[in-house]
């Protein structure tokens, strides 16, 4: 079965500085793979989505950067932190299936990110 | 694109009660509909989903209803347990045929209370 492997699992960084999350999959190919924030007392809000390797669709326009250099692999970046980029911040994928199979989104663990 | 609406954000139900949470959708072209739980600080599980082509699914204590016409599908929790309490989301998203995934577009959670 799919696994998540997502870190840092916390940090504290000071506005202006930069940013990378990591998230690696395992037990798939070819996966769909999302990042989403969740700030406090609030949704779920899609960030990026990518299909394929160098593959990235930008949901918000924001300060932060997603790319994915292999296939189980996605990266979250920003050059610059803002405050407002607080937040939990899941990696998820969508395994490819056929219609009515069961596709479910699977998500990590989950990063902890407070801008300081 | 899709756009999920889900009320309440907050309810607070007594012990054996039951707990209904209402989301709509937009996009009459979404056809699957999960269910999460998110606990305190871990990541959103998956607790029941549904497919376009049936109206209702139960899974013990839990089901969920969609009605296509209105663009609407609730989630029902009977004989509430403390162990309920949780951050439900509702998500709708498109599932295509020979394996292309939409993204999934969460509502905003509902924070459930179960009192003892």
């Known amino acids: 079965s799919q696994t998540i492997h997502q870190w840092p699992a916390t940090l504290v960084q000071p506005v202006g500085s930069p940013l990378s999350l990591e998230c690696t999959v395992e037990g798939t190919s070819n996966p769909n793979l999302y990042w989403y924030r969740q700030a406090a007392g609030r949704g779920l809000q899609l960030l990026f989505y990518s299909v394929g390797i160098g593959q990235i669709s930008s949901e918000v326009p924001q300060n932060l950067s997603a790319s994915r250099p292999q296939d189980r692999q996605f990266i979250l970046s920003s050059k610059k932190l803002l405050l407002s980029d607080s937040g939990f911040y899941l990696c998820a994928l969508i395994q490819a299936g056929r219609i009515f199979s069961g596709n479910t989104i699977y998500f990590g663990e989950g990063s902890w990110l407070t801008v300081v | 694109?899709?756009?999920?609406?889900?009320?309440?954000?907050?309810?607070?139900?007594?012990?054996?009660?039951?707990?209904?949470?209402?989301?709509?959708?937009?996009?009459?072209?979404?056809?699957?509909?999960?269910?999460?739980?998110?606990?305190?600080?871990?990541?959103?599980?998956?607790?029941?989903?549904?497919?376009?082509?049936?109206?209702?699914?139960?899974?013990?204590?839990?089901?969920?209803?969609?009605?296509?016409?209105?663009?609407?599908?609730?989630?029902?929790?009977?004989?509430?347990?403390?162990?309920?309490?949780?951050?439900?989301?509702?998500?709708?998203?498109?599932?295509?045929?020979?394996?292309?995934?939409?993204?999934l577009i969460f509502g905003k959670g509902t924070k459930l209370s179960v009192k003892p």
């Open chain 2, 1 to 103: 694109g899709e756009n999920v609406e889900q009320h309440p954000s907050t309810l607070s139900v007594q012990e054996g009660d039951s707990a209904v949470i209402k989301c709509t959708y937009s996009d009459s072209a979404s056809n699957y509909f999960p269910w999460y739980k998110q606990e305190l600080g871990k990541r959103p599980q998956l607790i029941i989903d549904i497919r376009s082509n049936v109206g209702e699914k139960k899974d013990q204590r839990i089901a969920v209803t969609l009605n296509k016409t209105a663009k609407h599908f609730s989630l029902h929790i009977t004989e509430t347990q403390p162990e309920d309490s949780a951050v439900y989301f509702c998500a709708a998203s498109i599932l295509g045929y020979g394996g292309s995934q939409g993204n």
